[in-house]
Every structure is written in C-alpha cells, then in structure tokens.
C-alpha cells in the first residue's frame, strides 16, 4: 500500500496504486474475519478498516503485515450479465449529442465493454462501474438532478457507469433500464461485490415486461 | 397488547444500534443519532441498552397503547401531554394508561430523543438490526408488553456544549485551516440524519493549490466533514453514505458524536483540533461515564419522584 492513514478515530484508511490492489486488499480483509475489524469498505484505490478501540501506529503495522501476507489471488469477483433495455434510455439522445456519436453506437459502445465494480455506495448496493470505453467518457451530471430515478435505471456520468438499485433521486444520464432486482434489503439480497464483473445485454421492451421483477 | 401511532410527527423512526457491520452493502450504519440518551432511556425503563425504540425529531407523534405501558422520553426535553395524566416530564419514567393518548409536542432547544418502551418496539430485523429504514406512519402498530412503573429520573448525560474536537481528515492539506478553526458556523435547516449542513464563510484552498483537485470516491464515517465545492462544510450524520467524492477536511471524534445527533438548525458551532492520544481518552472517559450511570440504574438508583 502507499499510504496508510487514520479515518478520524474509527479506522484506518488505504491507499494503493490500482484498483485491482485495492480490491485484492479488502477481500483479503474481509475474508480473514478478524475479530478487532467491525467493517470494511473498498473504494476505488482506497480502502477503510475500521475498528473499535485501537492505537492507530499498531493498526497500521498490522494492516502492512496482512498485506504484506495476503494469500487471496488477485482474480477478480464473479462475472454477471444485466439486461438492459436502452430504449428506456431518458438521456440516451444527451449523451448521443455530447459524444457526438449515434444513439446506436453509444448503445453499441456501452454494451461491448466489460466493467469492474470499483465500489458500492451511494445507496443499498448501488454499484460503481468502471470505466466506460474513451468515445463515452465525459459526460457531466444533469444541471438539475431528477426528483426520482426508477430502480434498475442505468446511468452514466464522467468515466462511470451505473445502476440504480432503488428508486432515488439523482443526476447520471440515464441511458436504459434493466428490469431485475439487484437489491432487497429486507432479504439482506446484495448479490453484487466490489471486484465483480459487469456486462450489458441489450434487450427490447417485450424482453423487458417478461424479465421484470426476476433477481439477477 | 397494541402500541399504535395516532400521528407519526416530523420524522420518527424505530432505531437501536444501527448496522455497524454492513457499510460494505452501500448500506449506512443508521441506528440511535444520540446513541447515550437512547441507552440511559432504555436502562430508565429497565431495558438492555440496544433495545429498539423511536427516535423523535424536532415535532414528536401521538401515540396511544391499549395495555399500560412503563415508558419514557429521554433526550431533548420535550413537552408531553398524556390524555388521562396531563402533563409529563422528559426524563423521568412514566406509565402511560390503557386507552391513553400521549401526545409529543416540540421542544426548545436540542433536536431528538428516545421513546423507551419496557421490552422494546419489535420491529422486524434486517441485517441484523431493528432500525427502520422508512419513518412510522399513522396508524402503524405493534404488539407491546404491558407494564408499570413509578417515575424515577437522571439529569442528562450532556451539556449542549458548541464545540466539536476534530482529528484531520485525508485532504486536510487542501485547505487554508485558519477559515476552518476560526469561525462559528451556523446549523442550515437541510440538516438531517444523513448529513448536517453548515453554513459559514467558503472555505479557501490553501497555496499552492488554486483548482480543486479531482477526488476518486473514498469511504467516509459518520463526524466526516466533507467540504462541497462551494467551501461549505457538511458533518456526516448516522444515515450518511458510506462512500464520498468530496475533500474530507477533518472528522468530529467519537467522543462527540451523539452531540451531532442534537444539533438543530440555528445552532452555532465550532471546532478544535485534538490529537489521536485524546481522542482515544476522551472515547474511553465517556464509554466509562455511560457505563457507571447505565450500572447504577440497573442496580436500581436513579431518583425517585412520584
């Protein structure tokens, strides 16, 4: 890891040189169910342990020497394909206008890329897929974010794309809609993890009607 | 044997520890926002201290049982008006009668407190805790367990002291701290349990930076003060996301925390670098404090004042 610093009093925060190294990171973590570790969060490049009690210089050392041991390989997570119904796309024209591409080729674009989830956040198991092909990156935020965003809307903004597991508001280009369940929290169903892999399937709305509702 | 909700008030949610073990689900860790007046409620009324409870904010419900219940607000001193008793005092236990309407009203100053019921509120369990994800509605129900019991009361656990000990947060360098340090800043009426959001003179990068630079997302806790691009402060409040793009300035020590839960809009506030060495002390202080009041209650003290 390059850096390792305190997350105020409750945990440390990671910092590694990819992404990949990161992920390998928490995984390893996470998988050696520690009794001292309450949770911990992966990010992209960062990792956060966090902790009860502790002396951070301690913490520190053993979070180098975990890494340092780590036995998990540095494979990646299960691979899923999301139908998605880009006809459902609110913003598929926005984004066609700013990468000045088709609406088929930035579909075309969209689908043919296999993604990383980089981290879950925002809300339940909203995953952060990374990254989009170079033609669809750059596209910003709507000025004004919609009140409510429908579960399963597919969006992207900057060199991210991602699903909307619940209905929120919010300000990503919507490009499409899956019609499965990726979230239910009374269920404690959160199939995606950080470190999985992500493709699109194009569907059309009949596909759509008959998918709706099905867990991935 | 029904709790039963009249009217469900500003915002009143079922809470109890929170899911400290699922923010890796994009899940908050939720739970009590003043966690020490929600165990001193639940240890007044003869409960473990993670007992579910409601948590009521600025307006409180009404809320009417249809068996006596041993109860108490404990937290913000609220006013509480029992349709068969009158008035009631915050703070001190009480039996709530069958058929009785208790009626929370507002209170004037702090912003919560804790609906204690004597065996608890028994919400369903979702990942592992009982703290609602939606606020109650009218008309909600529980089953309750009867019972009775005669006022008794402790003062409580703090003072609504304006200032917050802070340890530096990751992007700390970003910032010219002087802006930081040597201002109140003002509680916006956008505050709530995700987030409180302050208002106060934009904070300035500090040399040699003149751009903000660009923040890959990383994980963030409740007291996390992120900075928006505009140089205003937000405190991560319990219902925070678990993952943030914005610059994390500092973070308010744990010690402090369940007075973020308290904050109300109009508050001023300000904050005061620590160390590691005295967040830690102050932390176990604090945890010893609670300990000693939750084990004198349990052993039966508390005043008595029927």
């Keep these: 890891m390059r850096a390792c610093v305190p997350l105020g009093d409750q945990g440390a925060l990671c910092y590694f040189a990819t992404e990949e190294e990161a992920l390998r990171f928490a995984k390893e973590v996470r998988g050696l169910s520690l009794e001292w570790v309450i949770d911990v969060v992966s990010s992209y490049f960062t990792v956060a342990v966090f902790c009860d009690a502790f002396d951070f210089e301690e913490l520190s050392h053993r979070l180098r020497q975990i890494e340092g041991e780590q036995t998990v390989p540095a494979s990646l997570g299960r691979r899923y394909v999301i139908p998605c119904c880009y006809e459902r796309g609110l ?6 206008a700013f990468t000045c591409q088709s609406r088929d080729d930035v579909i075309k674009l969209h689908q043919q890329t296999e993604y990383v989830v980089y981290a879950i956040g925002f809300c339940p198991g909203f995953p952060y897929l990374g990254y989009l092909p170079p033609e669809l990156v750059g596209v910003p935020r709507l000025d004004s974010p919609r009140f409510r965003v429908e579960a399963g809307s597919v969006g992207l903004t900057g060199k991210q794309t991602g699903i909307y597991t619940l209905p929120r508001p919010g300000g990503w280009n919507i490009i499409g809609q899956t019609p499965l369940e990726l979230v239910n929290i009374a269920d404690a169903y959160f199939p995606l993890k950080p470190g999985d892999l992500v493709c699109f399937r194009r569907i059309d709305d009949k596909e759509f009607d008959r998918l709706k509702g099905e867990r991935l | 044997m029904t709790l039963r909700v009249i009217e469900p008030g500003l915002y009143t949610l079922v809470v109890d520890r929170g899911r400290p073990h699922t923010r890796g689900l994009g899940v908050s860790v939720g739970g009590a926002a003043d966690f020490a007046s929600f165990a001193l409620g639940n240890a007044l009324v003869g409960n473990p201290p993670d007992t579910a409870a409601l948590e009521i904010t600025l307006a409180g419900p009404k809320l009417q049982s249809d068996c006596p219940l041993a109860c108490v607000v404990f937290g913000a001193p609220f006013e509480l008006f029992g349709s068969q008793q009158g008035r009631l005092k915050a703070g001190t236990t009480f039996t709530l009668q069958a058929g009785e ?4 009203g507002s209170t004037p100053r702090r912003a919560r407190a804790y609906f204690c019921v004597r065996g608890g509120i028994p919400e369903q369990i979702i990942l592992g805790s009982r703290t609602s994800f939606e606020p109650i509605c009218a008309g909600q129900e529980w089953p309750c ?15 609504d002291e304006p200032m917050f000990r802070t340890l530096p947060g990751a992007q700390v360098d970003w910032f010219r701290l002087d802006d930081f340090y040597d201002q109140c800043f003002v509680v916006t009426p956008a505050s709530n349990r995700m987030g409180i959001r302050l208002q106060g003179q934009s904070l300035r990068l500090a040399p040699p930076l003149r751009e903000w630079p660009e923040l890959d997302s990383e994980p963030v806790c409740p007291g996390t003060i992120q900075v928006t691009r505009d140089g205003q402060c937000v405190i991560l409040g319990v219902d925070g996301q678990t993952i943030g793009g914005y610059a994390k300035i500092a973070h308010v020590i744990r010690a402090d925390l369940d007075r973020i839960g308290q904050l109300r809009p109009g508050d001023r506030i300000s904050f005061r670098p620590v160390d590691l060495q005295r967040a830690r002390e102050a932390w176990s202080d604090r945890q010893a404090r609670l300990q000693e009041m939750m084990t004198r209650l349990r052993l039966g003290g508390g005043s008595e004042n029927c």
């Design chain 1, 91 to 96: 913003d598929l024209d926005r984004v066609a």
């Design chain 2, 145 to 159: 367990a009867s019972g009775r019991l005669r006022g008794r009361f402790v003062p409580l656990f703090e003072d």
């Design chain 2, 101 to 104: 309407t208790l009626s929370i």
